[in-house]
């Protein structure tokens, strides 16, 4: 264990009474030695990482860690307690406390070294020797490995002062799994057949990689050396990924995954029994595991192959989920696959706009006249290329909503429902509705039974066929022309909007878009604007109301990063780091860059962002600013219409926001915010900030 511990950062009568006092007793010892630089934001690190998962583990171990920019080298330091801390294990208090720091760069040799400690810890003689040791510098060398248990053993025998623990009080998970494992039922063999071990591959990971990752692997291999099971296990932690053989899969009986971040490249595994459970449950119960895949095998249960279970949101989300639920997702399956046109289409038109002048709508086509030494050539280009672009918008998301329903079988009749809805100018509306009627329909012909001869040529053939022809007579005759009529009548109404009604719009479309910045509600409002604009000479009132929505989706991240500027006291050190990238994120039109300061605390951020939103929304519409643009954020300003009074506008949304947050959190009792808590919500805010890098 090198000197990553030394007897100086060992206490053998650790007297904290929380977890919180216990971290901050051995940090101090390595702030004394020069292996810590900044107590507090250390102890905020531990802190973020213990709200991700206790570190309690059964058998009374703790083992607070974290990686942090103000470790200067990997260190552990190890506490022993008399009365027990409470680390959120099932089986109650902690007496062996480690305290694990790695730089935020750690290297994976020393990654390798503190992963080695990791599988030690489910050795029950090492825990038991750790409870007898006598001496600091004996615990030290116990844990860099420079004396064994025995020899530990020996010396605590030899002065005669072990630590006093009754260690038959607190078994360790590994001893714990092994009793379990001793009743696992045995391989079925055929008689007068050489007995072949139950063979098992797994899988391991956790948050930072350091700690559970790889007592999970020691625990799952001890309890099948138990059970005479064949346990190889690939550990995805932060001392290296390496792949199990492709081979060792192939013959595995049965899976088990135990991992609380995603598994990569599950599909691996596809086809086999599989138990999928967190990492702590194959630290403190790998028997219970075992015997479950083995029991999974015995019955017959198998996973989905890759690819083969459900539609693309039922890959993506839970099989109990309601309707609503399922409706929203398919909705917006098809929205996030219209965006990207979106953006390219409207960029396009808008640089077209900006070279050529505003007269480039009425350009002839560049197949009969381009002069490549023309400006005006080259704008009415980028224009007609952005044009054909806009095509795509309605069929795409009508396209994409059945693909979300019903997979593959759903784009044909989609696109085609999308493309008979932009002929009789139904518009977004009638996308929408072809989208939904597309799904169904191909959704109510695969739950007809069809004759075995017949199956081969359904997807390719009898499905596109029978639900085009549906959809196309449900959209020509039946529901398009209402559909179209109320498309119509809402465009007039939009164009009809003056004074105080655009003002009224514009606050409410800026509520919107910060309302759950980037969800549901956001991209409605987002798609709103978008589709307004997506025809060749779309009306000022839709220009206006795209400006609106740019405007007010950049307020929040900027709000954000201005008020960690401001008042960064107010804000734990991961916030404030997150606050410098939403200067960016901010300024590119990209509402998710609030996030994670949204994630962190809601009650106040939320509503600060939507008061800034509507403002900027209302005072857009107000100033009569104008887009071409569906995105860019500040880097299309050349190409808005009053562009210093828009600015005006964002700025002013950014000041309300950035006040009302730092009123909302200067509120707030000391007692109610300690650097540790703080950290966690922002390190859990990071998270799931982390995980939407969806724009706008």
């Given at each position: 264990m090198s000197e990553m511990i030394t007897a100086d950062l060992v206490d053998l009568d650790l007297s904290a009474e929380s977890k919180e006092a216990a971290a901050r007793a051995l940090a101090e010892r390595m702030v004394a030695k020069g292996r810590v630089t900044d107590l507090d934001g250390f102890l905020a690190d531990v802190a973020a990482r213990e709200a991700q998962m206790p570190t309690g583990l059964d058998g009374g171990i703790g083992i607070p860690h974290c990686r942090s920019e103000h470790v200067t080298e990997p260190t552990l330091a190890f506490g022993r307690s008399a009365a027990g801390i409470d680390f959120g294990a099932a089986d109650g208090p902690a007496d062996l406390i480690f305290l694990i720091a790695a730089p935020a760069g750690a290297d994976d040799a020393h990654l390798t070294i503190l992963s080695s400690l990791a599988r030690q810890l489910m050795n029950a003689e090492f825990t038991d020797a750790l409870r007898e040791v006598s001496d600091p510098e004996t615990a030290a060398a116990l844990v860099r490995g420079d004396v064994t248990a025995a020899e530990a053993a020996e010396r605590a025998?030899?002065?005669?002062?072990?630590?006093?623990?009754?260690?038959?009080?607190?078994?360790?998970?590994?001893?714990?799994?092994?009793?379990?494992g001793s009743t696992a039922p045995e391989t079925p063999e055929a008689e007068g057949t050489p007995a072949r071990p139950f063979r098992i591959v797994a899988v391991t990971s956790c948050?930072?990689?350091?700690?559970?990752?790889?007592?999970?692997?020691?625990?799952?291999?001890?309890?099948g050396r138990e059970a005479g099971v064949e346990v190889t296990v690939e550990t995805q932690g932060s001392a290296g990924f390496t792949r199990l053989d492709p081979a060792v899969i192939a013959a595995a009986d049965g899976v088990v995954l135990a991992h609380?971040?995603?598994?990569?490249?599950?599909?691996?595994?596809?086809?086999?029994?599989?138990?999928?459970?967190?990492?702590?449950?194959?630290?403190?119960?790998?028997?219970?595991?075992?015997?479950?895949?083995?029991?999974?095998?015995?019955?017959?249960?198998?996973?989905?192959?890759?690819?083969?279970?459900?539609?693309?949101?039922?890959?993506?989300?839970?099989s109990t989920e309601g309707y609503g639920t399922k409706l929203r997702k398919w909705l917006m399956s098809g929205v996030s696959y219209m965006v990207p046109f979106v953006a390219a289409g409207g960029l396009l038109i808008a640089l077209g706009f900006a070279i050529g002048g505003w007269t480039v709508n009425k350009a002839p086509s560049v197949m009969d006249h381009f002069v490549w030494t023309q400006?005006?050539?080259?704008?009415?280009?980028?224009?007609?290329?952005?044009?054909?672009?806009?095509?795509?918008?309605?069929?795409?998301?009508?396209?994409?909503?059945?693909?979300?329903?019903?997979?593959?079988?759903?784009?044909?009749?989609?696109?085609?429902?999308?493309?008979?809805?932009?002929?009789?100018?139904?518009?977004?509306?009638?996308?929408?509705?072809?989208?939904l009627i597309a799904g169904g329909v191909v959704l109510a012909i695969q739950r007809v039974n069809i004759p075995a001869a017949m199956r081969g040529i359904m997807p390719v053939v009898v499905i596109p066929l029978i639900s085009s022809a549906v959809v196309g007579f449900l959209m020509f005759v039946v529901i398009g022309k209402p559909i179209a009529a109320a498309q119509k009548g809402m465009t007039d109404?939009?164009?009809?909007?003056?004074?105080?009604?655009?003002?009224?719009?514009?606050?409410?479309?800026?509520?919107?878009?910060?309302?759950?910045?980037?969800?549901?509600?956001?991209?409605?409002?987002y798609t709103f604007a978008t589709a307004g604009i997506a025809v060749a000479a779309p009306s000022d009132s839709?220009?206006?109301?795209?400006?609106?929505?740019?405007?007010?989706?950049?307020?929040?991240?900027?709000?954000?990063?201005?008020?960690?500027?401001?008042?960064?006291?107010?804000?734990?050190?991961?916030?404030?780091?997150?606050?410098?990238?939403?200067?960016?994120?901010?300024?590119?039109?990209?509402?998710?860059?609030?996030?994670?300061?949204?994630?962190?605390?809601?009650?106040?951020?939320?509503p600060s962002?939507?008061?800034?939103?509507?403002?900027?929304?209302?005072?857009?519409?107000?100033?009569?600013?104008?887009?071409?643009?569906?995105?860019?954020?500040?880097?299309?300003?050349?190409?808005?219409?009053?562009?210093?009074?828009?600015?005006?506008?964002?700025?002013?949304?950014?000041?309300?926001?950035t006040a009302l947050v730092?009123?909302?959190?200067?509120?707030?009792?000391?007692?109610?915010?300690?650097?540790?808590?703080?950290?966690?919500?922002?390190?859990?805010?990071?998270?799931?900030?982390?995980?939407?890098?969806?724009?706008?």
């Open positions: 025998a030899a002065s005669g002062a072990g630590a006093g623990k009754d260690t038959a009080a607190a078994p360790t998970a590994a001893s714990a799994g092994a009793a379990a948050p930072t990689g350091i700690a559970h990752t790889y007592m999970a692997a020691e625990s799952l291999e001890n309890a609380d971040v995603p598994v990569r490249e599950k599909d691996r595994f596809a086809g086999k029994p599989t138990v999928d459970v967190g990492v702590k449950a194959g630290i403190n119960r790998p028997a219970e595991l075992i015997s479950e895949v083995r029991a999974k095998a015995e019955r017959g249960e198998r996973t989905a192959p890759a690819g083969a279970a459900g539609t693309p949101v039922e890959r993506a989300g839970d400006s005006d050539s080259w704008g009415a280009l980028l224009f007609q290329i952005g044009g054909m672009a806009f095509k795509f918008l309605i069929p795409v998301l009508a396209g994409y909503i059945a693909y979300g329903m019903a997979d593959r079988p759903g784009l044909v009749p989609g696109f085609v429902g999308g493309a008979i809805s932009l002929s009789i100018n139904a518009g977004f509306l009638g996308g929408l509705v072809a989208g109404w939009l164009n009809s909007l003056t004074g105080a009604n655009a003002v009224l719009l514009g606050a409410l479309l800026g509520l919107m878009m910060c309302f759950d910045l980037g969800g549901p509600v956001n991209k409605v409002a839709a220009m206006k109301i795209m400006a609106a929505v740019m405007a007010a989706g950049m307020v929040p991240p900027l709000a954000m990063a201005l008020a960690t500027t401001v008042r960064g006291r107010l804000f734990t050190p991961a916030e404030r780091e997150n606050g410098k990238a939403a200067w960016v994120l901010g300024a590119s039109f990209i509402t998710e860059g609030a996030i994670p300061f949204a994630a962190a605390d809601p009650l106040r951020v939320i962002a939507m008061a800034g939103g509507a403002v900027t929304g209302a005072l857009s519409m107000m100033f009569g600013a104008t887009l071409r643009a569906p995105h860019g954020g500040i880097f299309v300003v050349p190409l808005i219409g009053n562009p210093f009074l828009y600015l005006v506008a964002i700025a002013a949304g950014v000041c309300v926001s730092v009123v909302l959190k200067g509120m707030r009792r000391p007692a109610q915010r300690t650097p540790a808590a703080g950290a966690a919500e922002g390190a859990a805010a990071g998270e799931k900030g982390s995980e939407q890098p969806v724009a706008a």
